[in-house]
């Protein structure tokens, strides 16, 4: 699926879905991925990378739908996530 096609999906969950219905896909798609790492920590023969992948492809879809529904650009998040780096490699460095 080509860059344009995948923006259109996109755009169009963001303005076609009640927010809270986003919200709960969200949420959902994050606890799937919580479960697919649950059986890799556990040993689990079950866990499977594609799995993996699957699953944190469509929390980071609806993570990103919701980033913009609360119209958080996307220069924020990275913003936090060097505070958060750069935080991590300072406890590390203790």
Known sequence: MNQYALLYLKSYLITNRFL??????????MSEVTKVLTKYLRG???FNKKDL???ISHALLM????RARFHI???TVEK???EA?????????K
């Open 63 to 66: 993570l990103d739908i919701v």
């Open 20 to 29: 809270q219905n986003n919200i709960i896909c969200c949420i959902e798609e």
């Open 73 to 75: 650009s996307t220069d």
């Open 53 to 55: 992948e699957e699953e």
């Open 44 to 46: 689990r023969e079950e």
């Open 85 to 93: 780096l750069k935080k991590a490699i300072r406890e590390d460095s």
């Open 80 to 82: 936090y996530q060097v």
